[in-house]
């Protein structure tokens, strides 16, 4: 199907705590979207799946009412994995009770009549990055999102890589030995997930003897000096950092970009993710750049219109 420009996608990024939507405009292909009429709800996720796919409905009925030129699609970004078949969510934890199952593609098409596309939330942040943030021009690259959980994306050619199930990327799951015995949202121990990400931050810190407080509060305090938070603070960074060299062993990236709330943690965080990361790769890979990323909240907006986009393109 050939998509004509300027064309306008309705974006959706649905996280456990919130859901945001806007209106992506290209004013050509060449031209990077700008993002609209950004609104956003509570997901309010306890009251369960279908109560959460009821608001996220209304939401680009919201979403679409403000728009004042044709819409071309649907895009949503959505925790859970997707299978990317049917736009339906086949697994999501206990952060979204109820998800799993929801037919987020095919209730969308039917309430509002436009082609929707849906895709896991860091899959769409890794394209967001890959074709307009900090690995733009970059042909492969891997986005890693540390935030309250730790996903990654691959990008392959320009595009996110999917895998037969559409799971490709699942990077916290990677065994970590240091995390050993430590507990995770989807029940599994000695995960990257446990020691790496936010939520594994604030329960070994509390384990630890800590105040049971914010990562952002733990990281405050590593800045100030406390040496439990610190080095808590820097194994999580030495943990993820010893992943990413075993990740580019595997992929060869032309870079990782890095994503997420965990990325504020800090000087020491990142030294730590930097030190780790050279004594696991070889020689020849210290030179990888590590960058952060550079769209921040529209990053997932706009990997959804992008792959709405090539969903469309993808149509005869």
Wanted: with cysteine; aromatic share 4%; glycine share 14%.
């Amino acid at each position: 199907m050939n998509v004509e420009y300027p064309c306008t996608i309705a974006v959706f990024d649905v996280g456990g705590t919130k859901m945001a939507g806007a209106l992506a405009h290209y004013a050509s292909p060449a031209a990077e979207p700008v993002i609209e009429g950004r609104r956003s709800v509570p997901t309010q996720a306890n009251r369960g799946g279908a109560a959460v796919l009821d608001a996220l409905c209304d939401l680009v009925g919201d979403v679409l009412s403000d728009a004042e030129r044709p819409i071309s699609g649907i895009g949503v970004g959505t925790a859970g994995c997707v299978d990317v078949r049917t736009g339906a969510i086949a697994y999501a934890n206990e952060l979204m009770p109820g998800w799993t199952g929801q037919p987020v593609a095919e209730r969308l098409e039917q309430t509002h009549g436009l082609p929707t596309a849906v895709l896991n939330d860091v899959k769409a942040h890794a394209l967001g990055e890959a074709r307009w943030g900090a690995a733009r021009g970059a042909q492969t690259c891997l986005v890693i999102a540390a935030g309250t959980g730790l996903g990654g994306g691959i990008i392959v050619n320009g595009h996110v890589l999917l895998g037969a199930h559409g799971f490709a990327g699942e990077v916290g799951r990677t065994p970590c030995p240091d995390a050993s015995g430590d507990p995770r949202t989807c029940g599994n121990a000695s995960d990257l997930e446990s020691i790496a990400a936010g939520s594994g931050i604030e329960r070994r810190y509390a384990a630890a003897g800590g105040d049971p407080v914010t990562g952002g509060e733990i990281a405050q305090r590593a800045l100030q000096g406390e040496e439990l938070a610190r080095r808590i603070i820097e194994e999580a960074g030495s943990a993820l950092g010893e992943a990413i060299a075993t990740w580019t062993d595997l992929l060869d990236p032309e870079l990782v970009v890095l994503s997420g709330s965990v990325c504020n943690a800090g000087p020491s965080w990142r030294a730590a993710v930097q030190t780790a990361f050279e004594r696991q790769a070889p020689a020849v890979m210290h030179a990888l750049p590590i960058v952060d990323a550079t769209l921040k909240d529209n990053a997932p907006l706009i990997g959804a219109a992008e792959y709405l986009l090539d969903t469309l393109k993808g149509r005869s």
